[in-house]
């Protein structure tokens, strides 16, 4: 089965996940794709980012590619090789929307659909001509 056949929830189930912070102190998440006893190799890391409103101060969290995809060819991907003594693994599972706004952000699915406004109610769907004679 092709990539584009399988369902979200199967290519999200295939990424073997690893979380770490590095030695600068950003968190990053990634697909694990190898292991040694003194690195580890992963797949389209992205680092974790807080974002703050401020309009409201409301925080909330995204995700940015650790290398900038805009560089490479396109349909490619980075692989990047972290020594272990630089780095902590942080060993708890990501949440399923975690987990969904990775693989939308390194484009292994698309985005997730919006969910439909609702229908007025009341006076609110009335159209008002301004120019009614």
Do not use: C
């Not at 968190?27 to 807080?50: A, C, F, M, R, W």
């Not at 003594?85 to 390194?106: P, R």
Request: charged share 25%; glycine share 6%.
């Amino acid at each position: 089965m092709s990539e584009d056949q399988k369902s979200e929830k199967e290519i999200i189930d295939s990424i073997q996940f690893v979380v770490f912070s590095d030695n600068v102190g950003r968190n990053l998440i990634g697909e694990l794709v190898g292991q040694t006893d003194s690195q580890i190799e992963v797949k389209n890391p992205v680092v974790v980012v807080e974002q703050v409103n401020p309009q409201n101060q409301q925080r909330s969290l995204g995700y940015a590619e650790a290398f900038y995809p805009q560089l490479l060819k396109e349909g490619s991907e980075t692989v990047w090789h972290f020594n272990i003594n630089n780095i902590t693994i942080i060993a708890s599972e990501l949440s399923d929307e975690a987990k969904k706004l990775y693989a939308y952000v390194i484009r292994k699915i698309d985005a997730p659909q919006a969910a439909p406004a609702p229908a007025p109610q009341g006076n609110e769907g009335k159209v008002v001509n301004l120019f009614d004679a």
